[in-house]
Each structure stands twice: as C-alpha cells, then as structure tokens.
C-alpha cells in the first residue's frame, strides 16, 4: 500500500493513494481527492536521517572519485525536507545547484547489530528524495557540509510511503529524473555500491536506528544545474514520482 500525510481543510491527514492511481488518494474518512488539492507533506514524520556519499560507481567515476571501500554517510537536518509539489529555494549567488534522484529507506522498528540477511525484517518501507546539493559550498565529496545539504526546502521527499512488502526487489529499481521535461538522469538501484541490506547492517553495528529513520541510498551519474522556474521530477519505478519547484530566494529580515 502507498501511504501519506497532507494538509487539507485546516487540518492533517493520513491518506492512501486509490489503487491504480497515484493521481487520486483516498483520507480515512473515505474522500478522495486530486492530488493537487492538498498539501503534501514528507510522508513520514523525521527521526534521524542518513545519507550516502559516492554509492554509485558511475556518478564516482563522473566526479573522478574512486569508488569506497566503506559507506561515506553524513546526517542532515529535518529542516530540508518538503513535500511533493513543494517549492525548494535556491539561495542567491550560487553558482551551481544540482538535484539527486535517491530511494529512501525508512526504519520500522529499532535496530542493533542487525545481520544483513535478517535487515529487510526491519524495513518499514520505501520513499523518494530528491536532495539537492549547493556544490558550490562543496569542501569534499567525501563529507559535504551543512551548507551543501541541510539548507532549509532542499530534500523534498515522497509523495508515498510504500509499504516493504509491496516492492519485491529494491535492488532492481529504474531510477529517473527530468528538468522540465528532459530526462537528465537515468540509473538502477542494482547499481549501488552499498545495498540496502550491507547499509542497514553496518550503521546498526555502531548505534541504535530507530522506527522512522531514514536512509537515503545515493544518487546515479547524470546532474546538472538548476535554476529558479525549473520543474524537477525524480521518480523511481514502483515507489512513485516527486514534483519540485525551483524558485529563487528571497530573504526576509528576522527579529
């Protein structure tokens, strides 16, 4: 089943989407919307959440990185994240802004020393994330700073949650992302360096995940820029297809 969270008429919501069409969800009070009548929100609400550095070899090799010997993971701030439909910010003055079709991992239960034969047991489900990155504040591929990944609107995340037992084989996902039309990006989840399960046992050998972490599992080969006006869909085969608005920034004086 593929699950979300909205706003609508004044008031959160957890919805389903109405089978056979994503276009449609259904509230549990059995309306059902458009999907452009709500307002989407991460379809979970965030714990911790881990990212991968370099966990395709093809988008290493098009940054002239050899590939890891071991996950280059870095945590990022639940201020990024927007929904589906969202508007992300690119900040004034940057030179380069580039989007990362990823397929999101999220926890369902905790999780300590997990064997990776046993990880998919604590699976919850699965999401898409489009994490853009400032590469212009970039310092090393290996370990980006809080300026390049945690800028407030620069993860939207969703629409849906898809439940782990829906998606038979997440290692033998088509992975895409258009800009305003053009595909700039192709690639498969069987191209990870680091599998899922290979990710969900090395973190857990070092600290406790929890239900609603998230593990976002890297990005192919294929960026490019983007700039304010751009519509950007990552989608990923089975999981579901994620619309974001670049607009540019505008800054307000805080008290």
Known sequence: MKHARIAYDGAVHHAVAVPGDDTRLQLRDGRVLRETEVVWLPPIEPRTIFALGLNYADHAKELAFKAPAEPLAFLKGPNTLIGH???????????????????????????????????????????????????DYLEDYYRPNLRVKSRDTCTPIGPWLVDRDDVPDPMNLALRTTVNGRVTQQGSTRDMIFDIPALIAWFSS??????????????????????PGDEVVTEIEGIGRLVSTIVAEHRKETA
């Open 206 to 227: 070092f600290m406790t995940l929890g239900a609603g972490d998230m593990i976002l599992t890297g990005t192919p080969e294929g960026l490019a820029d983007t700039q």
């Open 85 to 135: 439909r969202e508007h992300t910010v690119r900040p004034a003055g940057v030179a380069f802004m580039h989007y990362e079709c990823e397929l999101v991992v999220v926890m369902g239960k905790t999780a300590r020393n997990v064997p990776r034969e046993h990880a998919y047991e604590y699976v919850a489900g699965y999401t898409v994330a489009n994490d853009y990155a400032i590469r």
